[in-house]
């Protein structure tokens, strides 16, 4: 059975960075349409980026200009790389993946199959 194990949480200080990682493997079908979400303490699930099979990306407001979502398709891996984090980014990370067909949107709505377990981060002030 197809998983997405994502990795690279930790605690940091305010203005600090790390990358999560989030290796697919055993997926039944290929996946075009990648993303991570983010689900803070007392909060809703939120997206924070999405990129797609043409390398297109968008970004959750609160985080454009500081996080950066890239793919290595030979190593099948998922990152996000977080720069100047803040404690408001303090949550557990999810990374998601699906197929879409071409005419469809790859966003934050998309109906995303496989999940990761999460990976913590703490950014502390």
Known sequence: QGQLVDSGGG????????????????????TNCMAWFRQGPGKEREGVAVINSGDSTAYATSVKGRFTISKDSAKNT????????????TAMYYCA???VPEWLECDFGTDFNYWGQGTQVTVSS
């Open 78 to 89: 998922l990152y996000l790389q977080m720069n100047s984090l803040k404690p408001e980014d």
């Open 97 to 99: 993946s699906t197929f």
């Open 11 to 30: 605690s940091v200080q305010a203005g600090g960075s790390l990358r999560l990682s989030c290796v697919a493997s055993g997926l039944t079908y290929s």
